[in-house]
C-alpha cells in the first residue's frame, strides 16, 4: 500500500463491501469471514434500532442519536452516514484494533460512506455487490420478512440511488449464484493481497533474505 495512515499503522488491506440492502452483502461476508480467519469486520455503529436476531458489539454497536452526535462531534468516525432515517458510522478505534490483531479489514458501510473513506484512504479496495435484477432484490427484501412493505419499497427506491454509484468502486460482484459470488470475493481478497506492495511488506524477510544471497 501507498501510505500508512493513523487508522492502519500496520499497513494491512483495508476493504470496503457495499450493496443495496438485500443483495446479500452481510451473507458473502459472513461466508467469506469463515474461509479466511485473516479477515476482520469491523462492527459499525447505528441509531437504528436492534431486531430481535441481533447482539449488541456484535452486529452493531447500538446508540442513541445523543450519543451518536457526540462521537461525530469528537472526531471518532472515519466515516458516518444518515441511511433510511438512522445514523451508521464506523469508529476509528474499532478500525485500529482490528489492524492491530493482524487483519485485513472489510468494512460494510454504504456508497456515502465509503466515499469518505476514500478520501482518508485512497489505497482502500471497494467491492460493489449487485442483485441480478430489481424483481429479484424486490424478492428477496420481502422474503426476509423483517420490515414492512412501505419499507421495502423505500429501501427500492434508494438501491436505485445506491446503483448509480456502481462507478466509484473498484469491483463489481453479480450475486445471483451465491457460491459463484462468494468466488469471486475470495478472488479479489488473494489478488489484492499479492498486488506490490501489499504483497512486499507481507513478504520482506524473505524479499531481504533473496536479495542479500551472495
Known sequence: MSEQHADNPSGGILFIVSAPSGAGKTSLVRALLKQDPTLAVCVSHTTRPMRPTERNGIN??????????????NGEFLEHADVFGNLYGTARSSVARCFDSGADVILEID????????????????????????????????????????????????????????????????????????????????????????????????????????
Open 60 to 73: 452493531y454497536h447500538f446508540v442513541d442519536t445523543t450519543t451518536f452526535r457526540e462521537l461525530i462531534a
Open 111 to 214: 456508497w456515502q460512506g465509503a466515499a469518505q473513506v476514500r478520501e482518508r484512504h485512497p489505497d482502500v479496495v471497494s467491492v460493489f455487490i449487485l442483485p441480478p435484477s430489481l424483481a429479484t432484490l424486490r424478492a428477496r427484501l420481502h422474503n426476509r420478512g423483517e420490515d414492512a412493505s412501505e419499507v421495502i419499497e423505500n429501501r427500492l427506491a434508494e438501491a436505485r440511488t445506491e446503483l448509480a454509484h456502481h462507478n466509484d468502486f473498484d469491483y463489481l460482484v453479480v450475486n445471483d449464484d451465491f457460491a459463484a459470488a462468494l468466488n469471486q470475493l475470495q478472488a479479489i481478497v488473494q489478488a489484492e493481497r499479492c498486488r506490490r506492495p501489499a504483497a512486499g511488506k507481507r513478504l520482506q524477510t524473505l524479499l531481504e533474505d533473496l536479495l542479500s544471497a551472495p
